[in-house]
């Protein structure tokens, strides 16, 4: 049996079938390439763009905006305004009940940054949309779309890192995923840079803390450092608050660098013609409010001293002094307890952290940090004498050239270095810093000071030499300052021009006499407990950051060489 097919020619029944299984075969083909052409034209070339030189995409992204605004108008491009009604966090709150392919009847508008597209054909786009730490897929289907030429024209634009507002009904997607299906997608501002590859993130340390914004967009772990640091300063704040200080604002400018052994920042006012010096410490300012009727002040506040960058040490810091009249560093101490162990229960639901000295990248170096009250003591002169096993001089002569020859020698015999100037107050320091402060990985406080360390500290009621003073240490690191303040306008000016000796032989960090605070004394300051935390190595250990750059949204750095700053000027202002 035979067939006769168009051209006359006459094949037998299986030739024909076979024929024509080739022939869809080759059908098959064409379409499927046809296809792939189709979506290679009309799909995001994200490929493409990852693999574009970062510098060559800079110029063709603002070739690109640029000739935007030309055919469509600047304020199309940077639009002035998006109306919001649902944040990313409320919008997952809300819609999170959705089942799978289940499509809700409202309508809402949200916005966010976009992190991730991907296509399916030609008529499905996905975008990862993020802000608040939230997620939010966009389904853009060509068939729900307000019309079809604007989804090709909108989904050809979105680049990864643009800011867009969307709006469109809530859903769920057959795979699960919570989505919105939106009518219209408005690109609200364009990213003109490369976006750091979702998979690998943003690692290099010199770049996240340089350009902190990218930082942020791309490290969820950093942005919730920065959240804990704004929930310990507003518990600390309510917890002043509830105990009946106030909180107020004192100068950044002083006249004098008082308040604090540190060495300042200069700077000029023109207008007075003088040198002014950023502030050190509030010290001396609360005080005086104190003397002026003020019971109870405290300042959150940034402080500036001009002194090495370090992993725990920037130049600029913050810092929340407080002043309590009627109270001794006794009763400070039961306060500082009561303050950081309800701080950590707050935040952890227990008393015990962990935390990484060697940072995340070395986790089997761990310690555990215990913030259980009571919190344990050493008083400083006697403890220090049992850990050297040598008996101290008195602390009544630490201000005569035999004691200094003394802890000079000592810290020579126990090898413990101590740069020039080589006063009492240093070595004694370096001394604490060997044999004491490297016993203090759960919060320990060091007490009873001698006085010539503490020029600002009342002396103490019942050991000659030493001041009514506290310092509380936690992972080996000093945390909290605070003692019984001096009152007494006559000791003061001495203790100050103890100091003025000390910066005369070349210790820069010692005080200045400041004549205006001692006159503010004459008028009486009541007994006064006075207490400073650092905030930001506060935060260091409840963020498990080694690091005071990684709790620091903009951290001193170092100028980048001008070489490098060429390569990343734009060409044209966008």
Known sequence: MSDTVQTGETLSKNELKRRL??????????????TKQQQKQSAPKQEEDENIDPNEYHKLRIAQINSLKASEGESNVYPHKFNVSISLSEFVEKYSHLANEQVNDDVVRIAGRVYSKRAMGQKLRFYDLRGESQKVQVMSNANFYKNQDDFVKINERIKLG??????????RTKAGELSIRPSEIIILAPCLHQMPHMHYGLKDKETRYRQRYLDLMMNDWVKQKFITKTRIIKYLRTFLDNLGFLEVETPLMNMIPGGASAKPFVTYHNDLDMNLFMRIAPELYLKMLVVGGFDRVYEIGRNFRNEGIDMTHNPEFTMCEFYMAYADYNDLIEITEKFLSGLVMHLFGTHKIKFHPDGAENPDNVWEIDFTPPFRRFSMIKDLEKECGVKLPSPTTYHTEEA???????????????SPPRTVSRLLDKLVGHFLESKCLNPTFICDHPQIMSPLAKYHRSEPGLTERFELFCGYRELCNSYTELNDPLVQRERFDDQAKDKAAGDDEAQAVDENFCTALEYGLPPTGGWGIGIDRLTMFLTDSNNIKEVLLFPAMKPVKDE???????????
Request: hydrophobic share 30%; with cysteine.
């Open 21 to 34: 299984k080739q022939e869809a075969k080759q059908k098959e083909k064409e379409e499927k390439e046809a």
């Open 404 to 418: 200094r020859k003394f802890f000079d020698d000592l810290c020579v015999k126990l090898d413990v270095d101590c």
């Open 162 to 171: 643009d800011i867009v507002g969307v709006v469109g009904q809530p859903c």
């Open 564 to 574: 490098e700053t060429k390569e990343t000027q734009a060409e044209s202002k966008v």
